[in-house]
T-cell receptor, first 115, second 112 residues
Framework: GAGVSQTPSNKVTEKGKYVELRCDPI?????LYWYRQSLGQGPEFLIY????????DSGLPNDRFFAVRPEGSVSTLKIQRTERGDSAVYLC?????????????FGPGTRLTVL | DAKTTQPPSMDCAEGRAANLPCNHS???????VYWYRQIHSQGPQYIIH???NNETNEMASLIITEDRKSSTLILPHATLRDTAVYYC?????????????FGAGTTVTVRA
């Protein structure tokens, strides 16, 4: 079946602009996660949704970052007033549920470049 | 804070077994050991996980020491497609700790 998809695959923007990154999880997966990966580093947790609600947004770096999942499926990560330091690969993952020892299924990521 | 320690890189020959070590000396009784890998330009991919017993699946084997302070991921017959960054992650298997905390991982290069 279809895996996690993310659009766009690449996004180039200018400093100060607003961007939206989309994640389509695997159908039926209730848990959705966003991570950010800077060059040469491992992914870093940003936010986790269980259903429609953000159960933990402790990884969001500041209030310029916001994510929604209004219908419990597709999620959008929104970044306001982008800065060059926001350049990274943004990864989305989903799992059937958050608890237990479930594996997380990752999408290919969106590479964001802020000029 | 990283809970695991892995060598930064290792090479192995195609067709041979690759043994990837991981130290997790502060692991708690309810924490699982997970392994993911990330092939260049792709998202991480789950490989295997275990609590205390050794585990095997179609991709790899996981050997966990009796004191659970370290583990080894074994790729039995490495191929060029196994070239990737391998992450060893410790994670609680209960209801509250769902984040994966990735460290820097081990960059594995399989050579022909």
């Amino acid at each position: 079946g279809a895996g996690v998809s993310q659009t766009p695959s690449n996004k180039v923007t200018e400093k100060g602009k607003y961007v939206e990154l989309r994640c389509d999880p695997i159908s039926g997966h209730t848990a959705l996660y966003w991570y950010r990966q800077s060059l040469g580093q491992g992914p870093e947790f940003l936010i986790y949704f269980q259903g429609t609600g953000a159960a933990d947004d402790s990884g969001l770096p500041n209030d310029r970052f916001f994510a929604v999942r209004p219908e419990g499926s597709v999620s959008t990560l929104k970044i306001q007033r982008t800065e060059r330091g926001d350049s990274a690969v943004y990864l989305c993952a989903s799992s059937p549920r958050a608890s237990g020892s479930n594996e997380q299924f990752f999408g290919p990521g969106t590479r964001l470049t802020v000029l | 804070d990283a809970k695991t320690t892995q060598p930064p890189s290792m090479d192995c020959a195609e067709g041979r077994a690759a043994n990837l070590p991981c130290n997790h000396s502060t692991i708690s009784g309810n924490e699982y050991v997970y392994w993911y890998r990330q092939i260049h330009s792709q998202g991480p991919q789950y490989i295997i996980h275990g609590l205390k017993n050794n585990e095997t699946n179609e991709m790899a084997s996981l050997i966990i020491t009796e004191d659970r302070k370290s583990s080894t991921l074994i790729l039995p017959h490495a191929t060029l497609r196994d070239t990737a960054v391998y992450y060893c992650i410790v994670r609680v298997g209960g209801t509250n700790d769902y984040k994966l905390s990735f460290g820097a991982g081990t960059t594995v290069t399989v050579r022909a």
